[in-house]
């Protein structure tokens, strides 16, 4: 066999599912929607419609969230499919690697990876920020050198590095641990976000809606280019769903438990988000948004200093569970290389005392701590849109494949509208991964060919594929 032939070998699900068994099926529906909204309703709801509206949709970024949402509850049903047919760690890489082969599912998962570390760094560098501002409204300073990493002048993010260790330290006490705390701040953050929907809806001024998608905005097909950049680039908000996929191997009852814990997920992000925009962009002109705190800075505009407090406070437990829930889905798909021997083998172990991937745990903390302690992210940021395009593509147009594959036969969740709708979010896909901004586009690239690289210099090597 040809290592180009071997790099196109199929995955066995049951290799998958008994390399598995050995992780703890403790997580229901309630726990999956904790996982998903905690991940989805983070650094994106306080940031993405202010800066959204700002530069590229104006009022009408409430319809960018709408489109994006319903891309991807089609998305996401493709998601519940595999994972309820695979109920298997890896997500897109494990999928992948059963419908198209190794090669297809590791430049997947290498895609996933870039993804998720960079959102844990991302969001912990945000967190950081809505930290240092709640500080000062108290009179408490502290040395810019400690809140910059030394490309922007300074020496360390520390309390970017801070927040994600004392995740990591919630995190190595079990699932059963990490979930309630999950679960509890998920709560407190909608609660905080109702709040603000219902009582800013008072100070609401019909006139900042006119006019609702601005001229300065219109180009391309129908002028609809600025509504479908920000699309594009909200993608990133809805990245939850995806990380309920990375848990399937720890789910009860996973054939019916994942599709209702990842549509959940997406119906209550998509009601928060498309609310939240609508108030937000109706208390202040949209000119004025282009900030890195909008709900405060609106709130402060109207003269609720005090609330916009409260919104700082459930700014910073919205990103605390978004970083919790992307680094327990990072290490989930660092376990998976090693599993398979893509990556070094240690990383595949689960620890017999507290069933989970200590190694994976520990590599993925160390990996996102140096990126957000020590690398800026404003370019790198826009990547995350990338790689979780590429896997929605792949996975909207393997349910196509899925279907047809006699020995993946199963009784769970099956995508409505078949063939129509996998086909459709597959071509919305990679129309959205046209409208990002070509740097983003180049870098991808680059990362990709490192993936090629790795791939056929030890991945193929070590795989126990081979």
Same mark, same amino acid.
């Not at 908000?237 to 848990?247: M, R, Y």
């Given at each position: 066999?040809?290592?180009?032939?071997?790099?196109?070998?199929?995955?066995?699900?049951?290799?998958?599912?008994?390399?598995?068994?050995?992780?703890?099926?403790?997580?229901?529906?309630?726990?999956?929607?904790?996982?998903?909204?905690?991940?989805?309703?983070?650094?994106?709801?306080?940031?993405?419609?202010?800066?959204?509206?700002?530069?590229?949709?104006?009022?009408?970024?409430?319809?960018?969230?709408?489109?994006?949402?319903?891309?991807?509850?089609?998305?996401?049903?493709?998601?519940?499919?595999?994972?309820?047919?695979?109920?298997?760690?890896?997500?897109?890489?494990?999928?992948?690697?059963?419908?198209?082969?190794?090669?297809?599912?590791?430049?997947?998962?290498?895609?996933?990876?870039?993804?998720?570390?960079?959102?844990?760094?991302?969001?912990?560098?945000?967190?950081?920020?809505?930290?240092?501002?709640?500080?000062?409204?108290?009179?408490?300073?502290?040395?810019?050198?400690?809140?910059?990493?030394?490309?922007?002048?300074?020496?360390?993010?520390?309390?970017?590095?801070?927040?994600?260790?004392?995740?990591?330290?919630?995190?190595?006490?079990?699932?059963?641990?990490?979930?309630?705390?999950?679960?509890?701040?998920?709560?407190?953050?909608?609660?905080?976000?109702?709040?603000?929907?219902?009582?800013?809806?008072?100070?609401?001024? =019909? +006139?900042?809606? $006119?006019?609702?998608?601005? &001229?300065?905005?219109?180009? *391309?097909?129908? !002028?609809?280019?600025? @509504?479908? #950049?920000?699309?594009?680039?909200?993608?990133?908000?809805?990245?939850?769903?995806?990380?309920?996929?990375? =848990? +399937?191997?720890? $789910?009860?009852?996973?054939? &019916?438990?994942?599709?209702? *814990?990842?549509? !959940?997920?997406?119906? @209550?992000? #998509?009601?928060?988000?498309?609310?939240?925009?609508?108030?937000?962009?109706?208390?202040?002109?949209?000119?004025?948004?282009?900030?890195?705190?909008?709900?405060?800075?609106?709130?402060?505009?109207?003269?609720?200093?005090?609330?916009?407090?409260?919104?700082?406070?459930?700014?910073?437990?919205?990103?605390?569970?978004?970083?919790?829930?992307?680094?327990?889905?990072?290490?989930?798909?660092?376990?998976?290389?090693?599993?398979?021997?893509?990556?070094?083998?240690?990383?595949?172990?689960?620890?017999?005392?507290?069933?989970?991937?200590?190694?994976?745990?520990?590599?993925?903390?160390?990996?996102?701590?140096?990126?957000?302690?020590?690398?800026?992210?404003?370019?790198?940021?826009?990547?995350?849109?990338?790689?979780?395009?590429?896997?929605?593509?792949?996975?909207?147009?393997?349910?196509?494949?899925?279907?047809?594959?006699?020995?993946?036969?199963?009784?769970?969740?099956?995508?409505?509208?078949?063939?129509?709708?996998?086909?459709?979010?597959?071509?919305?896909?990679?129309?959205?991964?046209?409208?990002?901004?070509?740097?983003?586009?180049?870098?991808?690239?680059?990362?990709?060919?490192?993936?090629?690289?790795?791939?056929?210099?030890?991945?193929?090597?070590?795989?126990?594929?081979?």
């Amino acid at each position: 066999m040809s290592i180009f032939a071997r790099a196109f070998k199929r995955e066995s699900v049951h290799n998958y599912i008994q390399a598995d068994s050995h992780m703890s099926r403790e997580l229901s529906t309630k726990d999956l929607i904790g996982l998903g909204v905690g991940t989805v309703i983070g650094t994106g709801i306080f940031i993405l419609p202010g800066h959204e509206a700002a530069q590229n949709a104006g009022p009408a970024v409430s319809i960018a969230f709408l489109i994006a949402a319903i891309y991807s509850g089609l998305s996401g049903m493709a998601f519940a499919e595999f994972s309820s047919a695979m109920p298997v760690a890896g997500s897109a890489y494990s999928y992948g690697s059963v419908i198209y082969g190794e090669i297809i599912g590791w430049l997947l998962g290498w895609s996933l990876i870039l993804e998720y570390f960079l959102a844990v760094s991302a969001i912990a560098t945000g967190f950081s920020a809505y930290l240092n501002n709640l500080l000062l409204t108290f009179g408490i300073h502290i040395p810019k050198s400690l809140l910059s990493c030394p490309l922007e002048g300074g020496f360390i993010n520390l309390f970017a590095i801070l927040i994600i260790l004392i995740v990591t330290m919630i995190l190595s006490r079990g699932l059963n641990a990490s979930k309630k705390i999950e679960n509890g701040a998920v709560i407190l953050k909608v609660t905080i976000l109702a709040l603000f929907i219902i009582g800013g809806s008072f100070f609401i001024k =019909h +006139a900042n809606y $006119v006019p609702f998608y601005p &001229k300065e905005f219109h180009s *391309g097909p129908l !002028g609809l280019n600025g @509504i479908m #950049a920000a699309t594009a680039s909200i993608i990133f908000a809805f990245l939850g769903f995806d990380t309920i996929a990375a =848990h +399937a191997a720890e $789910v009860k009852k996973p054939q &019916k438990t994942m599709a209702r *814990g990842i549509m !959940g997920t997406v119906i @209550i992000s #998509a009601l928060l988000y498309v609310l939240f925009s609508v108030v937000l962009t109706g208390i202040v002109n949209y000119k004025k948004l282009g900030v890195d705190d909008p709900a405060a800075f609106a709130l402060q505009a109207i003269h609720q200093t005090q609330f916009a407090v409260v919104i700082t406070v459930g700014a910073l437990v919205g990103m605390f569970t978004a970083i919790l829930a992307l680094v327990h889905a990072s290490s989930r798909l660092t376990y998976s290389f090693g599993r398979d021997g893509l990556l070094p083998k240690s990383l595949g172990r689960i620890s017999s005392g507290s069933r989970l991937p200590v190694n994976a745990l520990i590599l993925a903390v160390i990996v996102e701590s140096i990126i957000a302690g020590l690398i800026p992210l404003n370019t790198l940021a826009s990547l995350i849109n990338a790689g979780t395009l590429l896997a929605f593509t792949f996975i909207n147009f393997g349910i196509l494949i899925l279907r047809r594959r006699k020995d993946l036969t199963h009784d769970g969740f099956k995508v409505p509208g078949y063939p129509f709708i996998p086909f459709i979010a597959g071509v919305i896909s990679l129309y959205l991964i046209t409208k990002l901004p070509l740097e983003t586009l180049q870098l991808f690239s680059i990362w990709v060919i490192l993936g090629i690289i790795w791939y056929f210099a030890y991945g193929v090597r070590h795989s126990k594929l081979s």
